[in-house]
């Protein structure tokens, strides 16, 4: 069964600062992994999607790589901003041709101060 | 933009009522997704479809069901409410095709007393 671990669970950091934050899986056979952001009480909005076959992909100050054979994926954020303070989640798809759900972490609940 | 939209943002039932969630979306996405999320757990998978009348179990469809009679629209149904069954429900939606990323409504906070 997959397993998606995200490390740390929680960030605070001060403004302006770069930030890495990590995500692993147990079972490297994904289709595509997502990093997602949750605002409190709010649902989920969709910042980057990596296909199994690609290694990074970029929109903005964020950044996302994929190593799937090593089963981790890492969110870089640059020149952090009060905004991006939320939780970050990444899942990895179940299996077939995505059309099954996500497996989710427990996310980082990331804190930029002002 | 997408927009998924669901019903209530917040719900009280008893326990025992049949409960319906219901979810909208208006992108005409083949792919639409039911989600529980509970604290340190996170969220998990409860059902899904990929076409209309057609479902899929997730990791936790116990104590659930689930219609999709029409593309833009996807219904959670609680049979017989129960106190475990507390939480906040994310309904999602994606294009056909894979990798296609999905897109969230604000959820729905239910609890059962």
């Known amino acids: 069964k997959q397993e998606v671990t995200q490390i740390p669970a929680a960030l605070s950091v001060p403004e302006g600062e770069n930030l890495v934050l990590n995500c692993s899986f147990t079972?490297?056979?994904?289709?595509?992994l997502q990093w997602f952001r949750q605002d409190p009480g709010k649902g989920l909005t969709s910042l980057l999607l990596?296909?199994?076959?690609?290694r990074e992909q970029t929109s903005g100050r964020l950044n996302a790589s994929l190593d799937k054979s090593s089963g981790r994926s890492t969110l870089y954020i640059a020149a952090s901003q009060p905004g991006d303070s939320a939780t970050y989640l990444c899942a990895v798809s179940r299996s077939g041709g995505g059309a099954d759900g996500l497996t989710f972490g427990k996310g980082t609940h990331l804190i930029i101060q002002p | 933009d997408v927009k998924v939209t669901q019903s209530s943002r917040y719900l009280v039932k008893r326990t025992g009522e049949k409960v319906f969630l219901e979810c909208v979306q208006d992108?005409?996405?083949?792919?639409m997704f039911w989600y529980r999320q509970d604290p340190g757990l996170g969220l998990r998978l409860i059902y899904f479809?990929?076409?209309?009348?057609?479902?899929e179990k997730g990791d936790i469809p116990e104590g659930y069901s689930v219609s999709r009679e029409k593309k833009e629209r996807f219904s959670l149904i609680l049979e017989s409410a129960s106190t475990n069954q507390t939480s906040m429900y994310l309904c999602?939606?994606?294009?056909?095709?894979?990798?296609?990323?999905?897109?969230f409504g604000d959820g729905t906070r239910l609890s059962i007393l």
């Open positions: 999602a939606s994606s294009l056909g095709g894979g990798n296609q990323p999905q897109h």
């Open positions: 990596i296909q199994s076959s690609q």
């Open positions: 992108m005409d996405h083949e792919n």
């Open positions: 479809s990929y076409d209309v009348k057609m479902k």
């Open positions: 079972d490297s056979a994904i289709y595509n």
